[in-house]
């Protein structure tokens, strides 16, 4: 793994993460042919998953440190990581889920294909979700499907956090959560769409974290995704979305 003329910069915000990191690393290493780069985004000076990275530097020297100063909260860490990039394409990816990671390589080829936004899905074309909190599952069904209905959107899990954008193509999205949740990417999927975006999807086995305990709080969490909710059914509900949703066709997606 080398960062120099790293095409991909992947940006993982953090928060006690250590053991999932480990973990993380060790299967971009094994699944990840291509040249990347990691950006650990952490919030507060005390986090465990800076001695971890440390220690993990020399065998890993794709990866960097890096103190968000933007504000506390997952979209200030992403919009921080995103900043601070070098890569060509930026991905965003949770510590805690490896499913994600089988599928980044097709991510890219659907970039190559000409794609400038492309969304994972667990609910389409091969797609699941595995042991996680029955209440998150069902309310990201619900709201996936009841957005679809009321918009149009091209996009079959517009709320998953496993997100690839072309960093020329950012600008566009103006992204402006300042959250605690993952509500930032929902943010992306709905502007990607209305900025007329190249779009792409595949899909994912997403399985809930081994370590470590989820930020997820249900009050705060929906009021936030709720925003946005109502905000892309204005923008979206008029709008022709005029370029096609570019697959990748579920046979490939094996793994």
């Known amino acids: 793994m080398k960062t120099q003329n790293a095409k991909l910069s992947i940006v993982m915000p953090v928060r006690n993460e250590g053991r999932n990191i480990e ?3 060790k299967s971009l290493k094994r699944e990840v042919a291509l040249l990347y780069e990691v950006l650990i985004v952490y919030d507060s000076k005390d986090d465990d998953s800076i001695p971890m990275v440390k220690k993990l530097k020399p065998a890993f020297p794709s990866i960097g440190l890096f103190h968000n100063t933007k504000g506390r ?6 919009r921080f990581g995103m900043q601070a990039a070098n890569g060509e394409i ?4 949770s510590a805690d889920d490896l499913g994600p990671v089988y599928a980044i390589e097709d991510m890219m080829e659907l970039m190559k294909q000409g794609c400038d936004f492309v969304s994972a899905t667990r609910y ?10 029955i209440i998150q599952r069902i309310l990201s069904r619900t709201a996936n499907k009841l957005f679809n209905l009321l918009t149009g959107s091209v996009f079959s899990d517009l709320t998953t956090g496993f997100k ?3 960093k020329s193509a950012l600008w566009k999205l103006s992204l402006e959560s300042d959250s605690i949740s993952w509500a930032i990417a929902f943010e992306m999927a709905i502007k990607a769409q209305a900025a007329g975006l190249r779009l792409g999807e595949v899909p994912i ?3 809930d ?5 989820s930020t997820f709080k249900l009050g705060p969490w929906v009021k936030e995704y709720l925003g946005w909710f109502f905000w892309g059914i204005k923008r979206l509900r008029r709008k022709k979305i005029e370029n096609p949703l570019v697959r990748i066709p579920k046979n490939i997606y094996t793994r």
């Open 205 to 207: 086995r997403s399985t």
């Open 209 to 213: 974290r081994k370590h470590g305990t």
């Open 124 to 133: 389409a074309y091969g797609g699941r979700r595995d042991k996680d909190s």
């Open 23 to 25: 973990i993380m690393l």
């Open 73 to 78: 909260g997952v979209a200030n860490a992403i």
């Open 164 to 166: 690839m954008v072309r």
């Open 90 to 93: 930026l991905l965003i990816l």
